[in-house]
């Protein structure tokens, strides 16, 4: 069965340094989202990823946070300069396939990877 | 999006019936129920949706009221593999929409043997 996969499964980093969270979703699927999740709270959304630009982004993503598709598989989460406070399981999803409207594809369940742990120290 | 309410948890017996309700009085009429889990820190994982009517898939049922202002969801014989939070999503389809999901809390099922 094909399944999300997201390297590397934890990363520790100091403060003020550049992550970049890697993520391949399932093969023709056509949206792309990044999640984070603290730990002992909820699951957050970041952003969404359609047409190799962002759909829509919540008010987490600033500035220190972007996304890329560089080629036809990867998708990535980069984190600029890390904070303590960006510390978190970080899961990215994708749905959607190839074929049939916008909306049908949005809609479509999410498959998500098994997360990367981010610690910032 | 509409929200959600859920109980904070439930234990259920091994083998039996695990009946997980959700609230979300305030939904509108282009707005689906849906259903995900997080079992132990993993990555959120699909169960079910709908509209109005009843579904059901091999993994779930959910039951929706008539008003469509709560649902149910039910696992017809749970295990312990089951253990997990579940989250109850009300979602908009339809033009513009991104399909972002926004989690609750959820409700914390602990299967007991």
């Known amino acids: 069965e094909p399944e999300v996969t997201q390297t590397p499964s934890h990363q520790v980093t100091q403060m003020g340094q550049e992550v970049i969270l890697r993520c391949v979703p399932i093969?023709?699927?056509?949206?792309f989202y990044w999640y984070r999740q603290i730990l002992g709270q909820k699951v957050e959304f970041l952003v969404s990823?359609?047409?190799?630009?962002?759909?829509?982004k919540s008010e987490i993503f600033d500035d220190q946070f972007s996304v890329e598709r560089p080629d036809g598989s990867n998708f990535t989460l980069k984190i600029r300069s890390t904070k303590l406070e960006d510390s978190a399981m970080y899961f990215c999803?994708?749905?959607?396939?190839?074929?049939?409207?916008?909306?049908?594809?949005?809609?479509?369940?999410?498959?998500f990877g098994p997360g990367t742990r981010l610690t910032v120290l | 999006d509409a929200k959600t309410t859920q109980p904070t948890s439930m234990d259920c017996a091994e083998g039996r019936a695990a009946n997980l309700p959700c609230n979300h009085s305030?939904?509108?009429?282009?707005?689906?129920v849906y259903w995900y889990r997080q079992i132990h820190s993993q990555g959120p994982q699909y169960i079910i949706h709908g509209l109005k009517n009843n579904e059901t898939n091999e993994m779930a049922s959910l039951i929706i009221t008539e008003d469509r202002k709560s649902s149910t969801l039910i696992l017809p014989h749970a295990t312990l593999r089951d253990t997990a939070v579940y989250y109850c999503i009300v979602r908009v389809h339809g033009s513009g929409n991104t399909g972002k999901l926004i989690f609750g809390q959820g409700t914390t099922l602990q299967v007991k043997p």
């Open positions: 999803a994708s749905s959607g396939l190839a074929g049939g409207t916008r909306d049908y594809h949005s809609y479509n369940e999410q498959f």
């Open positions: 305030t939904i509108s009429g282009n707005e689906y």
């Open positions: 990823f359609y047409n190799n630009e962002i759909s829509e």
């Open positions: 093969s023709n699927h056509l949206y």
